[in-house]
């Protein structure tokens, strides 16, 4: 075996063509042979099939098969979130010119820590994310890996500002990286303000405010990961303001109703925020990961400010050379603002719009699907496209047997969630493909799959 081709240089079209074409054929094996939304036995099983299928994985001599027959037992073996029935969790199947251009970046892999490594890149990346921030009234964006390395970033921008005596105050519904990030950065124990009715409660906050000294840094959410709730942000915003207290929004899952002109005023008061966090990789469908986090004032981009000489030195940069390791607190840094550059070029907003628009009207039908239905519980109409629900009469542990059940089955991918003290079934559809056939299926299957 001779010294392996590279995928980009002269040669590296010629090389890859026939790859592509193999890996194209396995993913379309895979997902034959795996016949549904996720592979049936359960985690025994399908580490079995993966075990048998990888074999020696570190071979004395190589085998060429190996790309087809690893990408066809991994496709076999994956949760398709391409399928209808795969509704567990906020994570979107991606558009096929969002991966077309993942596949772009991969085989030219610039690397965003230094200018030389990445020019082109570089340049795109700024027209790109000051373009998204000012989608949120904001002044510039940060690109991350979603809405965890997002929400960590605002709280550690906020603590270099505010000093480490910095209070983070966040709603029960917050997402768990949010008391996550302030026990990683050395700060006091968050300040949790109550969340009745699965919201952030502003007159609590306000109680909250004025108890505990600050600064105090607010974490609010729009969309929030169990029931895509959006906390009452012009609310929220007022007693901010009238405490100064920094405001982080969460909206790496609502965020996406910003292309929306029909639910965009939604997020509404999300223009008063200090940080927001996005994640593209929801409501915008792009391959993991695709993250961002809008910074309103750029001199808080000041606590990232970071020297080495062979990356970012001094004259380098008085000479005019971007200095990039202000950007993130990464190093290596793939280029994965291209896939969201060409997607927003190629659908604009209108065509993001419908998408958003498609998967709201989706959660909304199945709602009433399960509604109208009387073996099924409601939870509450969807805010977005999340949409929670139970068997009538059902205990919490029957539910969860029946998510288990599907599971193993691989017949439906369903996740799970707590409110109002009792679990419930999580559909969270983000696949704008699914018909209205579909949800009736699901249904049926979940129906079929509780004990009577």
């Known amino acids: 075996m001779g010294i392996p081709p590279l995928a980009s240089g002269p040669h590296g079209t010629d090389a890859l063509r026939p790859l592509i074409d193999t890996v194209l054929d396995a993913l379309r094996t895979g997902t034959t042979a795996r016949g549904g939304p996720l592979p049936a036995g359960g985690p025994d099983a399908v580490a079995a099939r993966m075990a048998d299928a990888a074999g020696d994985i570190l071979p004395d001599r190589g085998d060429p ?10 496709a076999e073996g994956a949760a398709d979130p391409a399928h209808p029935l795969c509704t567990a969790h906020l994570h979107a199947p991606p558009l096929a010119v969002a991966a077309a251009a993942d596949l772009a970046a991969s085989i030219l892999n610039p690397s965003l ?3 030389d490594q990445a020019p082109a890149a570089t340049a795109l990346e700024t027209l790109v994310t000051r373009a998204l921030a000012r989608e949120t009234g904001a002044a510039d964006a940060l690109v991350t890996t979603g809405g965890t390395e997002s929400n960590q970033l605002a709280v550690l921008l906020a603590r270099e500002r505010h ?6 105050v966040h709603g029960e519904n917050a997402h768990h ?11 006091p124990d968050p300040v949790v303000v109550p969340a009745p009715a699965g919201t952030l409660d502003p007159a609590a906050l ?17 969309g929030t990961t169990d029931a895509g709730l959006i906390d009452p942000l012009p609310d929220i915003a ?16 609502g965020g996406g109703l910003l292309f929306s002109d029909r639910h ?5 008061g999300l223009e008063t925020a200090d940080t927001v966090a996005l994640d593209l990789h929801k409501l915008g469908w792009q391959p993991i990961p695709a993250g961002l986090l809008t910074v309103t004032d750029q001199d808080d981009l000041a606590a990232l400010h970071h020297r080495a000489p062979y990356l970012n030195a001094d004259d380098d940069t008085d000479a005019g050379l971007p200095d990039l390791l202000h950007r993130s607190p990464r190093t290596s840094r793939r280029p994965d603002i291209l896939k969201a550059a060409v997607t927003l070029k190629t659908l604009g907003r209108t065509g993001l719009g419908a998408l958003v628009d498609q998967v709201c009207t989706l959660a909304q039908d199945f709602a009433r699907l399960v509604d109208t239905h009387p073996g099924f519980q409601l939870h509450a109409p969807p805010t977005i496209s999340t949409v929670l629900f139970r068997p009538a009469d059902a205990t919490d542990d029957a ?34 493909h699914t018909r209205p056939d579909d949800l009736t299926a699901l249904l049926t299957l979940v129906e079929g799959h509780t004990p009577r």
Do not use: F, M
Request: hydrophobic fraction near 50%; charged fraction near 20%.
């Open 65 to 74: 098969d190996a790309l087809r027959v690893l990408v066809t037992a991994l």
């Open 113 to 115: 820590d230094s200018w």
């Open 238 to 253: 007022v007693r901010c303001a009238a405490h100064a207290a920094r405001l982080h929004i969460d909206a790496s899952y």
């Open 206 to 222: 306000d109680e909250a405010l004025t108890r505990v000294p600050g600064p105090h840094l607010v974490a609010a959410t729009a």
């Open 264 to 268: 965009r005023a939604r997020l509404t």
């Open 163 to 168: 000093g480490a005596g910095l209070r983070l």
């Open 399 to 432: 539910v969860a047997a029946v998510r288990r059940a599907l599971l193993t089955t691989g017949r439906a991918v369903l996740g799970r969630a707590r409110a109002d003290g009792r679990l419930w079934l999580k559909a969270t559809l983000l696949n704008p």
């Open 177 to 187: 990286s949010l008391p996550r990030a302030a026990r990683l950065l050395g700060l």
